[in-house]
């Protein structure tokens, strides 16, 4: 389940690349961070369960698959793996989408990953 949920979030770091006007149409409270060498990058932070509700209007057949209570488990194993996602201390989470993201095993790209 973990990778469905990557798989989903690395298309809308691709989509957002190509047009970025859907940014804020896909994920409300996303914001652009600074420039970065290789590419644009975002943030998004709140509670799962806004995140799943937004998801789920982006890649319906995808997340409907998965329960609110197997995407939140997801968050928490790609994070844990160094994916580019936190919990934050007030119980939401925080989602940086770039170049980490897209190269997991990458160890030029993402620092953070580890087996």
């Known amino acids: 389940m973990p990778h469905t949920l990557l798989d989903v979030l690395c298309d809308l770091i691709e989509e957002w690349r190509e047009s970025p006007?859907?940014?804020?149409?896909?994920?409300?409270?996303v914001r652009e961070l600074p420039a970065q060498e290789g590419g644009r990058a975002w943030v998004w932070e709140g509670r799962s369960s806004r995140l799943y509700r937004e998801l789920a209007v982006f890649a319906p057949q995808i997340i409907a698959r998965l329960s609110n209570t197997q995407f939140t488990g997801a968050l928490a194993t790609l994070a844990s793996r160094g994916f580019g996602i936190e919990k934050l201390p007030n119980g939401?989470?925080?989602?940086?989408f770039d170049d980490a993201m897209?190269?997991?095993?990458?160890?030029?790209?993402?620092?953070e990953y580890q087996s």
Do not use: E, R, Y
């Open 92 to 96: 939401k989470w925080k989602v940086v």
């Open 21 to 29: 006007d859907a940014v804020s149409a896909t994920l409300s409270g």
């Open 102 to 111: 897209l190269s997991p095993f990458d160890p030029t790209v993402n620092t």
